[in-house]
């Protein structure tokens, strides 16, 4: 197994060399930036529903929330996958709840994480899915599905997403606005040096070093609230 893994892996990465390489990559990243800036409103849309579906699909979602500060900028680009984060995160929860319960079960119910889980929100829902959304002990879209089998209510559910998603959300955000003008910096048009440089790079440090703290903080709370469910 771990030799395929590293197979498509090596696929992969050839493909992205390959893809670098010959096509018309400039081109593509400023077409999409002029389209999605002609057409802002329906660029929004567009790109909000397929985050959602990107969630329910189970997707990672790195690459989509990065695509919406590239595209919007840090403002309407975080408005973007924090809508999209609830619609999806809400629908999945219902989904879970109501609809694939059997199917999720078999997946997750085995997992220690979960189980330690469904039992800390037995005790404290809001407070567990809160830090559950901070550090992220399963996969984003994965712990949606997860969290509509347990007993937490949907208001708790939803609050706590709201809240504890921003941190993740505004980091990927925000990194995909540092490469905005890509296709500037490709044509050699951009040069970032001196006091410029400085900035970007201490302002790209304080956002991670925030999140990580943020995440640090609440992973020692949740393996406090974990212990406490086991007892």
Sequence with gaps: MNTIRALLLALLLLAL???????PVEQLISGIQ?????????AFVVVTA????GTLLLLPLSLMLGLAGFLFGLALGFASVWIAGLVASTAAFWIGRRVARPWIARRIQQKP???AIDRAVRRKGFLVVLLSRLVMLLPYPMLNYSLGLTSVSLRDYALATAIGSIPAFFLFVYLGTTVSDIAAVI???IHLEGMELLIAIAALTAVT????????????VLREELAAARE
Excluded at 17 to 23: E, G, K, M, T
Excluded at 34 to 42: D, H, I, P, Q
Excluded at 50 to 53: C, D, E, K, R
Excluded at 209 to 220: C, S
Aim: no cysteine; aromatic share 8%.
């Design 17 to 23: 060399v390959l893809s670098a390489i010959f096509l």
């Design 34 to 42: 002029k389209w999605a800036a002609e057409n802002a409103s329906t």
């Design 50 to 53: 397929g985050i959602i579906l």
């Design 113 to 115: 994480v979960f189980i």
């Design 187 to 189: 044509n050699g048009d």
């Design 209 to 220: 070093g925030l999140v990580l703290l943020i995440v640090r903080i609440a992973g020692k």
